[in-house]
Every structure is written in C-alpha cells, then in structure tokens.
C-alpha cells in the first residue's frame, strides 16, 4: 500500500483523486482549506487550515504529517478568475499567482523530507498555460500562472531527478467544477481517473513532460 497526498482535496478534482486513491487502497492524506462533509465521508487523513498561498500555513505541513512517508504527491490546488484586457485586475492575478504557481512549489519545498526517494509529483496546471496552444488569449492571470507552474514543474524535475523522484504536469480537460461555474465536458470522477493513469504510468523517462488527461504530450 502506498501513501498518496493530495491538496485541495475538499472538492472539484480533488476531493475525486481522494476518493479513487482511498477506493484502491491507497493511504490517503488529504490537505485543504476547509474539509467538506464529501471529504469527511472518505476514509482518509484530513490535515485543513493549510492554504498553499501562505508561507507559514504550508510550514505547518511537515508537523502535520509527522514524518509520514508519501509515495505521491498531487498539487492540484488552484483558482481561476477571468481577467481580459479591458479589465485587468492585478490582485486578482497576483493572487492566481501565488495560489497555482508558488503554492506547488511551497508544498513540494516543504514536504521534502517526506517524499520517499523515487516517489511522483503531479502538478495539476492546464493547457491554457501553454504558450503555442494560444489561440484565444484572455484570461490574464490564469494563463500566465499555469505557464509559470510548468516551469516550476519542468526546474523540479531536474533538481530532484538524482532521488529518482518523478514530476509531470498534468491538464484534467475541461472539468465540471465549482471553479468553471460547473460547465466543462469532462466530470471530475473522469477527470480523476485520467489523472491517476498517468501518474501510475509515470516515471523517470518523462519526467518534467505536459500530459493531457488522455494520455497525450502537450505542447508548451
């Protein structure tokens, strides 16, 4: 059995890759904000009041766990608000910012220890942070957010690669969640299981690789 952590796991995809890791057996940890009644009917270990865009609430992490090992590691926390040219909000952006870029990289930092040698890191971005698949524009802050995850994605994989720990990143598809307003044309539950499947698969060889939920290579 293998232990999986997952943020952002009180809802949407989250809550989804909770509840398949826990079905299969998998020892589960689920870090959030707020822990949902949803969250609270799966059997896993439920560490809330983190919220990944604070430094000092992501330091209360390695505490939590104990020294707990993790075989896994899903960043899937994020946020998304709409910001076009003729209304940017710069907040708004900085807070996409530290919630989808630094957030994965605050946990990763601080869950270091924990991340047994060979273990996999999933970065939850999207297609929208890809530079040449482009073709609408809009969307300031999420946008430029995900292109800076997947660096920060592709530098970790590099940095940990002599622990022979594993990092993609990984776009769900257009999902039915709270975030997108539940309009979209994958459930999560689906979304989840794609998600699963690559990270299963995955290993050194494709480390640092943008994978759709599908199993395709994006572009970046």
Not at 30 to 36: D, K, L
Not at 40 to 56: N, Q, S, T, Y
Not at 107 to 113: D, Q, R
Request: include cysteine; proline fraction near 4%; charged fraction near 20%.
């Amino acid at each position: 059995m293998s232990r999986a952590a997952v943020t952002g796991a009180n809802r949407g995809i989250g809550l989804e890759l909770a509840r398949a890791l826990a079905k299969r057996g998998d020892e589960v940890i689920a870090i959030c904000r707020t822990a949902t009644p949803e969250l609270k009917a799966l059997k896993c270990e439920i560490v809330d009041g983190i919220d990944v865009a604070d430094d000092v609430s992501v330091a209360r992490l390695p505490a939590a766990l104990g020294g707990k090992p993790i075989d896994l590691l899903v960043n899937n926390a994020g946020i998304l608000t709409v910001e076009r040219l003729d209304n940017l909000d710069f907040n708004a952006i900085r807070n996409q910012f530290e919630v989808n870029t630094l957030g994965p990289l605050r946990v990763t930092k601080a869950l270091l220890p924990n991340l047994v040698n060979g273990a996999k890191i999933g970065i939850v971005t999207s297609r929208m942070g890809s530079i040449a698949d482009n073709g609408s524009g809009s969307y300031y802050g999420y946008r430029i957010s995900k292109a800076a995850v997947n660096m920060v994605g592709m530098t970790l994989a590099r940095d940990l690669a002599s622990r022979g720990i594993t990092v993609i990143l990984l776009h769900p598809g257009f999902v039915r969640t709270g975030m997108t307003s539940g309009r979209g044309t994958v459930d999560p539950k689906d979304a989840a299981a794609g998600l699963l499947a690559r990270l299963d698969t995955a290993g050194p060889s494709v480390s640092g690789h943008f994978f759709h939920a599908d199993g395709s290579e994006l572009p970046w």
